[in-house]
């Protein structure tokens, strides 16, 4: 049973792994909180850690979470099917840190569920992501992209529909399509 | 494609492991000097235990690997000798 109050919470989820970025989603906030913005906030990074290096790489990441104060940072692990649904649920905004994909995938469902998203500008990233829904930055924007929409829940509102109404047009077989015809 | 570099300033070597999606990649093992490709890992290939010691950092591609190494060596390039100081 989790109690957040009037908390806000961010969601990411991929593999524990440096490509991924989670230390700079966690770079970011620990500069929001150097700024003076202490509001408190629930951070879910889910995911399994890599094969090679990924515990020592979780383990960095847990060594920056402590370094926030007012901030909570949780590691619930792989999560899959109604548990995954439940994050989208809880999320107020979804965080894409991925330092480079091919292709956004968990972006696309969290969008299919309503979730608006600050992305990280990168080739993956930039053929999904849309003003409507959310924002694409550089690493260095988004400390301030996170608090930017954070503060606008109504704003958020309407981005959630956005987000929902764009990715029911994006289906995965078409892409997947796409690419298999680039490949033949 | 995640990887984690050590070098090896005694042994003047570059080692790296890289994990693709789920899969791991293996080791790799290059002059400090030099620059990693893709053919250089080995699934086979162990990391020496001394180099635990010699942890250089996290990378999200093996561009930013080679990247790293490259700006090292301008560095050390840049910087005036000893006994000239």
């Known amino acids: ?19 991924k970025g989670q230390d700079l989603l ?34 960095k990441l847990r060594k920056l979470a402590a370094r926030l104060k007012h901030t909570r940072v949780i590691f619930p692990g792989y999560v899959t099917g109604e548990r995954k649904r439940a994050f989208f649920a809880l999320a107020d905004l979804y965080v894409f840190p991925s330092r480079h994909e091919s292709y956004g ?11 608006p998203a600050v992305c990280l500008d990168h080739h993956g990233a930039r053929e999904i992501m849309r003003d409507e829904f959310g924002a694409l930055v550089r690493a260095d924007q988004l400390s ?22 764009f990715a029911a047009g994006e289906k995965f077989y078409e892409r997947a399509a796409i690419l298999a015809d680039i490949l033949k | 494609m995640g990887f984690a570099l050590w070098l090896d300033e005694e042994a003047r070597m570059a080692w790296a492991q890289g994990t693709q999606e789920y899969r791991p990649m293996g080791a790799a093992a290059i002059a400090i000097t030099g620059q990693f490709r893709r053919a ?34 301008r560095r050390r390039r840049r910087t005036t000798p000893a006994y000239l100081r």
């Open chain 1, 144 to 165: 301030n992209a996170i608090s930017r929409l954070l503060a606008e829940p109504s704003q958020l509102r309407v981005m959630s529909e956005a987000a929902r109404a």
């Open chain 1, 105 to 115: 995938l968990t972006l696309l469902e969290a969008l299919a569920a309503g979730l």
């Open chain 1, 1 to 19: 049973m989790v109690f957040l109050g009037d908390a806000r919470v961010l969601l990411t989820l991929s593999r524990i792994s440096p490509e």
């Open chain 1, 26 to 59: 966690l770079d970011a906030l620990i500069d929001r909180e150097r700024r003076g913005e202490t509001s408190p906030l629930w951070v879910f990074i889910c995911g399994d850690a890599a094969f090679m290096q990924g515990q020592r790489f979780l383990e």
């Open chain 2, 40 to 73: 250089d890992f080995r699934q086979t290939r162990a990391l020496p235990r001394r180099l635990q010691s010699s942890f250089a950092g996290f990378f999200g591609s093996l561009e930013d690997v080679n990247r790293y190494l490259g700006s090292r060596r």
